[in-house]
């Protein structure tokens, strides 16, 4: 959501109601953890007045543990935080499924995935980075496909998360590696080549 024209946002809403899309990507930057600052709270609160979609918060801030309760989510929709940005991961996963959202913990691209061992077991699903966070725009970095691969090799039963040049190409390849859940921005979905009903439809193609 973060790609989306915010003086037109009530129209890409209904346009993603009706194409039933599964969750509104959230997007939050602290300007200390990544380099940038996008939605916060008040974003976050109005979209759960105005849609049924599930949220998709990407927490890309600093201590997420201390700071989840600042937002407004529930039951279905899915929250993740980085795993470079807390000393205290069980305690965030915690407190996020205390509120019934799916947690999920995000890797940035340098980030191997042992980290993961010790933690898994209280993930609902694993989001990997396929660029380094913080703007949109940039181009996937190509040793993450196989990372995604390895994952899915390890975890075959995981819900599989990939956010960073989602284009209509590179979602083809990294659903061929296993991923399940497609974060598309400014290079598929916002892309400015269609509308949003023919670039998500082109999406589903390259996805199913």
Not at 98 to 106: D, F, K, N, Q, T
């Amino acid at each position: 959501m973060m790609c989306a024209d915010f003086l037109e946002l009530g129209k890409s809403i209904n346009a993603f109601e009706k194409l039933k899309m599964e969750y509104l990507h959230i997007d939050i930057m602290d300007g200390s953890f990544v380099p940038n600052y996008t939605l916060g709270t008040d974003y976050v609160k109005k979209l759960k007045e105005v849609t049924n979609i599930p949220l998709d918060i990407h927490l890309m801030i600093e201590r997420p543990e201390d700071k989840v309760e600042w937002f407004d989510f529930g039951e279905g929709d899915l929250v993740s935080f980085h795993w470079e940005a807390t000393n205290h991961a069980w305690r965030t996963i915690s407190r996020i499924k205390s509120r019934g959202a799916m947690a999920m913990l995000a890797l940035n691209p340098a980030t191997p995935l042992c980290v993961l061992e010790d933690v898994m077991i209280g993930l609902d699903a694993v989001l990997i980075m396929t660029v380094n966070p913080g703007f949109a725009g940039q181009s996937l970095i190509p040793q993450t496909i196989d990372k995604v691969r390895r994952l899915r090799e390890s975890y075959p039963k995981l819900i599989i998360e990939v956010d960073g040049n989602v284009s209509f190409e590179n979602a083809r390849i990294l659903r061929d590696a296993g991923a399940d859940i497609f974060v598309a921005g400014s290079s598929s979905v916002f892309a400015k080549t269609g509308s949003l009903e023919e670039n998500t439809l082109k999406l589903r193609e390259c996805i199913e």
